[in-house]
C-alpha cells in the first residue's frame, strides 16, 4: 500500500496570503495525484488531477505541482472561501486508493 | 449536470446489514466507473470500493472485502454499496463518487451509516 502522508496538519494563514500544502508518496506515484477540498457539510471537490491539471471550474489561483513521491498544492492569494480542508490522493497504484491525512487551512 | 443522490442510510445493530444506493444523472452512467467513499467523524476519506463502467469488474479496501458488494444497474443509473456484518467502525458518512480517468471527480452529499447497539 502507498502510504501519502501530507504536511502541515493545520495552516493558519490570513486573506490574501499565499498557501502552500505538501504531499509526500511512500513510493514514487510518478503524476497520478489528484487534490480534493472539503468544507464542513459540503461534498469533496476535485480541484487538481494528473498532479497539475485544474479540474472544470477551479480557479486558476489553486496550482498543482510535482512528481515521483513529492507533491504541491499552492492556492495563491488566499480567499475566505478556500478556508477548508485539503487531501491529496494517490491513483497510481491500487487498489487501494489512498488518500493522505489532510491538511486544514484557517484562518 | 452531474447529480448524484445517496439514500439508504440509518442506524444499524452491529453485525447488521444496510445497502446504499446512489442515482446518477447528467451523464451515461454505463461508460463511467463508480466508487464510493467514507469519512468517519472527524477523520480524514477512506477510499471504500470502486466498480468499472460496465460493473464486471470491482476493487475493495481490505477493511471492508468479504463484507461489503458494489454493484451498478446501468439500466437504472443506479449504484449499490451492500454491507454486511456492519462493525461499530465502520459508522461513517458514505459518499457515491464518479470515477473515471479524472479520479473521485464528482461526488454525491453522502449518507450516513451508524453501527451502533
Known amino acids: 500500500e502507498i502510504v501519502m502522508t501530507q504536511s502541515p496538519g493545520t495552516l493558519s494563514l490570513s486573506p490574501g496570503e499565499r498557501a502552500t500544502l505538501s504531499c509526500r508518496a511512500s513510493?514514487?506515484?510518478?503524476?497520478?495525484l489528484a487534490w480534493y477540498q472539503h468544507k464542513p457539510g459540503q461534498a469533496p471537490r476535485l480541484l487538481i488531477y494528473?498532479?497539475?491539471f485544474r479540474a472544470t471550474d477551479i480557479p486558476p489561483r489553486f496550482s498543482g505541482s510535482g512528481s515521483g513521491t513529492e507533491f504541491t498544492l499552492t492556492i495563491d492569494v488566499v480567499q475566505s472561501e478556500d478556508f477548508a480542508v485539503y487531501y491529496c490522493?494517490?491513483?497510481?497504484?491500487?487498489?487501494?486508493?489512498?488518500f493522505g491525512q489532510g491538511t486544514r487551512v484557517e484562518i | 449536470e452531474v447529480q448524484l443522490v445517496e439514500s439508504g442510510g440509518g442506524l444499524v445493530q452491529p453485525g447488521g446489514s444496510l445497502r446504499l444506493s446512489c442515482v446518477a444523472s447528467?451523464?451515461?452512467?454505463?461508460?463511467?466507473?463508480m466508487s464510493w467513499v467514507r469519512q468517519i467523524a472527524g477523520k480524514g476519506l477512506e477510499w471504500v470500493s470502486t466498480i468499472n463502467g460496465g460493473g464486471d469488474a470491482t476493487y475493495y479496501a481490505d477493511s471492508v472485502k468479504g463484507r461489503f458488494t458494489i454493484s451498478k444497474d446501468n439500466s437504472k443509473n443506479t449504484l449499490y454499496l451492500e454491507m454486511d456484518t456492519l462493525r461499530t467502525e465502520d459508522t461513517a458518512f458514505y459518499y457515491c463518487v464518479r470515477d473515471d480517468w479524472r479520479p473521485l471527480d464528482y461526488w454525491g452529499q453522502g449518507a450516513l451509516v451508524t453501527v451502533s447497539s
Open positions: 513510493h514514487s506515484i510518478s503524476t497520478n
Open positions: 494528473a498532479a497539475s
Open positions: 447528467g451523464f451515461t452512467f454505463s461508460t463511467h466507473g
Open positions: 490522493l494517490q491513483y497510481n497504484k491500487w487498489p487501494p486508493k489512498t
